[in-house]
């Protein structure tokens, strides 16, 4: 999940095979967030014909007087535009600069002239999730599964058998206290992004050049509200009401995420078109509003899908799980949380505050650079990441677990690993991303190919195609076993992560296969196994 787990649903949703997420996330996930295939942007390793191809674009670039010979050459120099608005801008040739480059003054102009003239039905990607038809789904399925798993882990016997779990009264859905709870943490949140702490970070360039600027003071935030946590708790504060009040909250939540999608996409009408994402121009409605229409819709400096990713979904799982071991304490008559709360607690947050630590990494996600603001991300920020990535630590509150030692060491251990793979190689990729010719990467192996992109075949990357999904899996092991082996529901993020990483897998071999042609196939036989090495 982003980043992190902080790229919430297009880490489960998304199979594009040119961008990697470092989150979280999921976190991107937060939450589904988003890592895809071992494929990283990286500068081209020289040839004769590659160097042609790249003299013919850079001259096109640099020529505005330069005019297209044929209908053929013509579309092949729009493919690479396309191409490079998925794509950190690649450096000259003759720039010894580390720095990544930047387009010059005159080949904005000319480039702004075009998206603004051009109709902004052709600066889209293809569909992704099922097209037009996969929205309407998406859009009604996930709300009904997250209200399917609170329902479900709140039995007295969160059997499948069960399944489906009745349905309460229609006003227990909504509380007015409960409403006004996250939209407090929202603004507590939003006040700690303002505040002038912590780095002045540059995004990627975008496709006009531009490189914004964030406030990555992610971890100062949770600092700050742990502490807050721990003096309300002090001062008698009650958090057990957030397990009492879990559907309600959730149901709090998707609201704002559902007026805060709205509010994206109207105010996305009147924006530019260099202010659009590709991925979600398609010029439907519904897909649009769904996939996100403007790509980083901001309020003055205020960054809403850059708060959004890493903000108040992000930390309050965070919350949720010290509230869930709050009232297994109440609930069991415990004087401390159980082995199996505490692993649950301490290995998300951990998740968490190494995302928020090296929130700058988030910058090279396909979440800032390519996706919209949309449902699909405000949705998985705000409601997918807190309200289903606490379920073990839900179930543990009526369901506990007794662990032995050398179960609990067994855990830890398997939990270190997986983590220690999960950094290692996210770090490898957000390095080799930002500045592929820094001279400490000079250790590192790539196959160049035909599109000015390299494919990085070392060090965790040279042994499995998707190491950072290896550390994931192995993580979201160590997260389940404390729940034991009584029901199913606890397991059911591995057991999706699984088929999901499958599938998407087999869709990023055919992509990258028809995008890379034979240094795909190189790179296939030099990196032989997909994420497990030795059996898959």
Known sequence: MFVTRSCPLSYVLNHQCHAIVGKHAHLCHSGLSINLPALFDGQQQTNAAENNSNNK????????TATKTNESESKEVAETEMNQGRYNLRRRKDDGNAQPAEAKPEQLEEKDVKLATAPAASFSTPLDFGGKIGAYFWLLFLPAWVLFLVLQVNLADPSLTNFPPPLPPLEAFFDAQALAFVILWFLFQALLYMLPVGKLSEGMPLRSGERLKYRTNGFFAIVVSSLAVAAAVYQGVDLTYIHSHFLQLAVASFLISVLLSVYLYVRS??????????????????????????LNPRIKDFDLKFFCEMRPGLIGWCLINFAMALAEMKQQGLDAPSYSMILVNLFQLLYVVDGLWNEEAILTTMDLMHDGFGFMLAFGDLVWVPFTYTLQAYYLVSHPNPLSVPALAAIVALKLTGFYIFRKSNSEKNAFRRNPSDPNLSYLKTIPTATGKSLLVS??????????YLGDLIMALAWSLPCGFSHLLPWYYMIYFIILLVHRDSRDMSECRRKYGSAWEEYCRTVRYRIIPRVY
């Open 57 to 64: 674009h850079e001259k096109k670039e640099e020529n505005n």
């Open 269 to 294: 009408l009147y924006a530019v078109p260099t202010q659009l994402a590709l991925g979600g121009n398609s010029g439907n409605v519904v897909y649009d509003f769904f996939k996100g229409h403007e």
């Open 459 to 468: 060090g965790w990357w040279g042994v499995v195609r998707h190491p950072n």
